[in-house]
Structures are given as C-alpha cells and as structure tokens.
C-alpha cells in the first residue's frame, strides 16, 4: 500500500458542528503532517507529527485540533470553524528522516456554512 | 526567511513545443529542491527532487545555486502535462517543512 488515504472526500459543517477529518497511511511513515490549501494556491502547513508526538503547530487556531493515535493514523478534530476555514486539507507523510519526500493524500474539501 | 518564486501563474504551449517552468528561491544555505504536480482532481504528487538528478515523464530540472533557479524542462510538451505545478524548498535545518512556491498552471493546447 503506498497511499495516503483521507475521509471523508468532502464534508460540509456548520459553525457549531464538531467534525473530524481522518487521514491513514501504511507505509510504515513516522512522519505525519496537515496541510490547508485554497483554490489555486500552495499547500500551507498547519502541523507536522513525529514519532506519534507533534512536533510543529504553525500558529494554528484552537479550532483545529489534530491527534495521532497511533502511527498509522492522524487526525484532525474541527470545532466552532469560520467561513474562512473552508478549503482542500491534505494529510501527508513521510519517512523519517523528514528530509524524504512527502506523499501526499487526496484531501478533505471542506465547506463551512 | 526563505522564499520560493515561481514568475508565471499561467503558462501556455502548443503539444510538441519545450516548456521552461520557471522556479527562483532565496535561501543562504544548501536547500534541497523539489518539483510536486497537482493534475486536475488529482493529488499533489512529487515529479522530481534535486538531489536524484532523474528525469520523470520527460522532465527534468537542475539546480544552479550561482543563480538560485531550479527550473523545470521539458523538450517536447504533452496534453497530458496540463497540470499545476508548484516548486518547494527545504532548508537542511528545517527537517520537514517545505516552502511553496505559488504555482505555475501550465495549459498544453493541441
């Protein structure tokens, strides 16, 4: 298996829901990561988890709450999130050391209402 | 800081004609380069890194840190190339995070 999987595909909240997005990769990767992307721009990254423990959280609001139970899986919990928070979040992962390259996966379009 | 420029948002060539992807960065030490393509609906998928010096679908890219370019080439365009593609840096003592560039769609018409 050489992907990385994320669902859902898409998901639509409102600004009270809780929701979360579950990212799954079984490549034996340490390294986990979350990315937001709008239309038509680059990826921006949100967190980075290593060895199951993060280890960089890009000045992220509290809204967005990520957690890696274990080493093949990641989370990302969503919570009271702005109109603004709507676009494309990608998981991605990567050997460690993290200087290998990152595989991405097809991410979550999200819409908040 | 580091910073990664890509001076054309759109690019377009005829099928069958080179295409020159442009991608400067700013960075004083040794970063690693990397070239990731977005198809339509399609992940983010990385076509080359530097340091393989391979070429991937007919691509290729060099890294010429006296004018920190690392450009992507290609000398006979396809349709299928009609994708994004974004050029990203990593600092050696960045671990893992990547700068993006801001894009580059490239049209191949037939």
């Known amino acids: 298996d050489t992907e990385v999987t994320q669902t859902p595909k898409h998901l639509v909240m409102g600004m009270t829901n809780k929701k979360s997005l579950k990212c799954e990769q079984h490549m034996g990767h340490r390294a986990m990561y979350w990315y937001k992307q709008k239309a038509k721009k680059p990826p921006e990254l949100m967190f980075v988890?290593?060895?199951?423990?993060?280890?960089i959280n890009e000045s992220v609001p509290s809204r967005f709450s990520p957690e890696c139970p274990n080493s093949s899986l990641l989370n990302l919990h969503l919570h009271a999130l702005q109109p603004e928070d709507s676009a494309l979040y990608l998981c991605?992962?990567?050997?460690?050391?993290?200087?290998?390259?990152?595989?991405f996966g097809d991410g979550t379009r999200l819409s908040i209402l | 800081a580091q910073r990664v420029t890509q001076p054309e948002k759109l690019l377009s060539v005829f099928k069958g004609a080179p295409v020159e992807l442009k991608c400067n960065y700013s960075?004083?030490?040794?970063?690693?380069l990397f070239w990731y393509v977005q198809y339509s609906r399609q992940r983010l998928q990385l076509l080359l890194r530097?340091?393989s010096r391979e070429s991937i679908k007919g691509f290729t890219a060099d890294l010429n840190k006296g004018e920190t370019s690392f450009h992507l080439k290609k000398p006979f365009a396809q349709e299928e190339d009609s994708a994004m593609y974004y050029c990203a840096l990593r600092r050696e003592t960045s671990g893992s995070r990547l700068t993006f560039g801001e894009g580059t769609q490239l049209t191949v018409n037939p």
């Open positions: 960075y004083s030490g040794s970063p690693e």
């Open positions: 991605a992962s990567s050997q460690i050391p993290r200087t290998q390259p990152q595989h």
């Open positions: 988890y290593s060895y199951e423990k993060l280890s």
């Open positions: 530097h340091i």
